[in-house]
């Protein structure tokens, strides 16, 4: 019988639906189940058909009876197609799990196989649909990750041979087979016999060499080591005992070589104790073709190679390196069979790819049972993890403990102390803490028996580390070079051969070594190698393992160790000098990041954290930066990085970046006024932030007169300038200029803005401020509820504008006696600051002040204490050790101590307060007097009256200079002066200073606050004093009755007056 070429077509589809496509479904149906199952792997067992079976639900079973009594046998081989759908597509095991990527391509095949082969009328497909059928199998299986290749043969396939065909065929194979057999088996029996022979004059045994072992303790590692092992078996049995490959990534000094050889020693004393036969390690020292040569050359004879074979290799004059180790390897490859187990130590490969070749390669049948590690710098060849291989990076270095370990075994400091800070100032890197313990060894033994890790750190801090990492390369010869000199070859030898990386290295030599987005590195990198993509730059970047990269919450960070810093940009700078066009487009970089990544919130203060992985580098690049003032173009960069630093309190990198900005506008001859005025602004802000309010007010002029010129006097622009022209004459004491020009403010908002603007809240607050500091504390409670209300209509509660309103509001509070209301504000706006700003942010330090004083006058001065401590540490870091505000948070840490009695504790806070104050706001300023009322106090209590009374008389002077005779600081300075008169004998004068505190205390903080009780009680004191009892009886009694209703029958401060009320019942 004749076929015709259509129901050939048929055959052929038969073949694919009963062949290929069962093997591909069962396959499928194998890998869901046992990554579904991992405890259960389907090893096609009755067991395995009885689970399927179990975790079917029985409204199921009965229509699938047939299928499941086939399944329940458990053997896949004999499931049919019909069989192999139900399962992936309708069973419950299976099918509910299965992706939709999976499904739909295994669903295709179903309807394939019914229309194409189950359904088909006749026997026949023609060339079209024929065409068409197997390519919606080929695209299933590409869509599944199946190979199509069997597909198109058996599509292809022209000839289809007949049985009587085949079977000559087959006798000819045959003997074909028996010939090659009969050959094989000579040759091998003549093998045997040299085999035999040679066994006979040499025995083969174990053996293990491994690298040179320093002249000092190592670090024993075992963490790594044993997550190592670990992969080196996992390897093996992946790999069904086949060559496998495991790569040890590292940066120069990152221990590589000294991991590597504790592991193959490891790995040697694993083998022969658990085994009988022959095992072995060998080091191949990979750094040329030279020294691997000489490698093969030794292990060729450790494994018996016959000597006069291979001596002509390595004696030959005519063949080049390459070629001798190639034979060598070759001539060593049947030995290989004769060990059981063996690790090859492929040790410092410049280049993966260079040596590839010369390596045993996967597949060989004779390089079996054997492994290799395999140490390098250069990651960018190494492939990636598979079943034959695996790879880690120690570029971060030990693991602390093991690092502080080894510091105090190596230079004999077994007192524990500044281990950790060493280690981690030195990246925890083996080579570099090898050095420090060695130099801090041999000073102790040599010079001075005292010098220790401090000493050592203030070695590094002056930049002696090169000097310090001598010691070990002359008295060890393991190693050649020091963590310094090897880092620096490292890095010149990528300068010189990749552009890319040069480029990288260039930019990363502006900013810090702390983890950096990879996207901002490309940036620059695109910005100079314009050939290039994006992803093509990552790739390169990422194939240097001085380099270190880490996955992040918004994507991929580089950094660098500091040792790499330190010599990256000592090269650089000596290879290729950043100019002005590098460091323009440094900038570039960073603005394009920016607005990509940061377009709504780079401005925004409550978004401070999408930002702060950016901070320490620009702070770096702001050190970087003068030569940009011939790029115009870097002006939008430059005020989006300085807004970004402001916003994080960074200010001196702020203030760089706005005046390089400025600088270059006034360079620009065509520039905007507006731009100027904006720069002008910012500036000021900055500055009135940096505790410097008469520059900042010169700054906010310019920009006022700018902004009148160009938007007219009732423009927004200019209430905001006046606001801030406020808040400097607020910083500068000058409270009535500070009403004024928030009332400008007012009236240009009131026209120009909605009721419900978030400006309007903007400028209640302000208002609520120039009341406060005038002691009007109902208007400005009342102007700080509405700034509030609009705030939470318009950004909700949580936001840091809300976060003011609480602050404001605490501290009306606070003034107003209302201790636990003040201190819910005060709580409530540091959590805001703390989760929008972060823990070190100025105005974190100015709710944990604000929570510190409340807790102070609420008795509980340890707390107090804490917090003002907290917010000096974040003052002192964040504006520096002379900022006003450092000043103030003395002033209130010498309030704690004056409570707590330690009196001359409290005398220092204020004298370091005062001096500051003084230098920076002149002898006429509020905070002035306040400090001289606190040292008067601290005389007071010292039993000097007179010099109490000389600080508390020009106290009362500046206020009533700078406040007005009603203002509650003048209430609070005349009750001083009482105490001092009372205390002199001078009761007359003494009840005059009281009775003038009191009437303005009543009058502005209402005849309930807790200040007028303190006044009833002094007089009361005098009015004793005076023998009148009487009336000293109602001034405690009315004291007592504040007391008990302010703050309650257990505080502290209720005690004394129970106790004066004694005194006049005596």
Known sequence: MIYTEEQLNYFRICYIVTTILTQALRSIFKKEWDRRYPSGEWNDTP???????????????????????????GNSAKWDCTTLFSVLLNSNSISRGLSPMDCSPIDDLRQFRNEEFAHMPRGQLPEKPFILAVRRVETAFQVLGFSTVKIQEIRKQTKFPTEELQKVQRDVDRLYQELCETNAKLQTAEEHRLFLEELLLYDFSSFCILPPKPFHEIAKRDFEVAKIMEQLEHLRKRNKNGLSFYYISGNPGSGKSQLARLVAEKFYKTVTKDHSYPSFVMTLK??????????????ARQIKCIEYAVMPIVE???????????????????????????????????????????????????????????????????????????????????????????????????????????????DYQPLALASAAVYVKKIREGVNVEFGWKEYLEKLKRGMRALTEKE???????????????????????????????TAFTFLSLVAPQPLHLDIVSNYVLIE????????????????????????????????????????????????????????AALTSFNQFIETNLTHTWYKEDCVADSKHLIPHLNALALEIGDVLHDFNALNSLYKLGTICRNHSELPAARTYYDTGLKLIEREETHADVDVADIYSQLGIVLQQMGDPNQAREHFMRAL??????????????????????????????????????????????????????????????????????????EAKEHYDRALEIQLKNVGPDHVYAAFSYCSLGDVHRELGNLIKAKVYYERSLKIRLEKLGPEHVEVAISLNNLGIVHRYLGDLEKAKKHHEH???????????????????????????????????????????????????????????????????????????????????????????????KHVLIA?????????????????????????????????????????????????????????????????????????????????DVAPTYHELATVHR
């Open 316 to 426: 030959s004059t005519e063949m080049q390196v390459e070629e001798k180790v190639k034979n060598l390897k070759d001539l060593i490859a049947p030995k290989i069979e004769l060990y059981g187990s063996w690790l090859l130590l492929v040790d410092n490969v410049s280049n993966v790819s260079d040596i590839h070749d010369f390596l045993p390669q996967p597949g060989n049948e004779q390089w079996t049972k054997g492994q290799l590690l395999i140490t390098t710098q250069n990651t960018s060849f190494i492939p990636s993890n598979n079943s034959f291989v695996s790879h880690i990076s120690v570029s971060e270095g030990m693991v602390p403990t093991d690092a502080r370990c080894f510091l105090a075994k190596i230079s004999g400091i077994t007192v524990q102390g500044l281990e950790n800070k060493v280690a981690k100032e030195l």
């Open 286 to 299: 990979a750094e040329s073709l030279k020294t691997l040569l000489e490698s093969y050359i030794l292990l």
């Open 871 to 965: 917010a000096l540490d974040i003052e002192r870091k964040k504006r520096g050790p002379d900022h006003v505000y450092v000043a103030n948070t003395y002033h209130h840490l010498g309030d704690v101590q004056y409570d707590l009695r330690n009196l001359r504790e409290a005398k220092m806070y204020y004298e370091r307060a005062l001096h500051i104050q003084l230098e920076k706001l002149g002898p006429d300023h509020v905070n002035v007097a306040l400090l001289y009322c606190s040292l008067g106090d601290v005389e007071r209590q010292m039993g000097d009256m007179q010099r109490a009374k000389k600080y508390y008389e020009p106290a009362l002077d500046i206020k009533l200079k700078k406040l007005g005779t």
């Open 972 to 1052: 609070r300075t005349h009750h001083l002066l009482g105490m001092v008169q009372r205390a002199s004998g001078d009761l007359q004068k003494a009840k005059k200073h009281y009775y003038l505190a009191l009437d303005i205390t009543m009058n502005k903080l209402g005849p309930d606050h807790v200040t007028v009780a303190d006044t009833h009680n002094e007089l009361g004191n005098v009015q004793r004093d005076l023998g009148d009892l009487q009336r000293a009886k109602g001034h405690f009694k009315r004291a007592l009755d504040i007391e008990l209703k302010r703050l309650g029958l257990e505080h502290v």
């Open 529 to 584: 190698e314009k050939h290039l993509d994006k992803e093509e730059v990552a790739l390169q970047i990422q194939g240097y393992s001085l380099l270190m990269l880490e996955k992040g919450r918004n994507g991929f960070f580089i950094s660098v160790h500091q040792v790499v810093y330190d010599v990256m940009k000592s090269v650089v700078k000596e290879f290729c000098q950043p100019n002005r066009h590098v460091k323009a």
């Open 472 to 502: 070990l390369t002359q008295t060890n010869s393991s190693y050649s070079t020091s963590m310094t000199a090897a880092t620096k070859m490292a890095i010149e030898r990528v300068i010189n051969s990749n552009s890319v990386v040069k």
């Open 47 to 73: 067991k395995n058909g009885l689970d399927f079976f179990n975790m079917e639900c029985s409204g199921s079973r009965k229509p699938n009876a047939r299928l499941l009594a086939t399944i329940k046998r």
């Open 705 to 778: 007169n700018i902004t009148l010129n160009e938007f007219g006097p009732e423009h927004v622009r200019v209430a905001c300038i006046y606001h801030h022209l406020g808040m400097v004459h607020r910083a500068l004491g000058d409270l009535l200029q500070v009403l004024k020009y928030h009332e400008q403010a007012s009236e240009i908002c009131l026209r120009k803005l909605e009721p419900e603007n978030i400006g309007m809240a903007n400028t209640h607050h302000h208002l609520g401020n120039a009341h406060f500091e005038l002691g009007n504390l109902k």
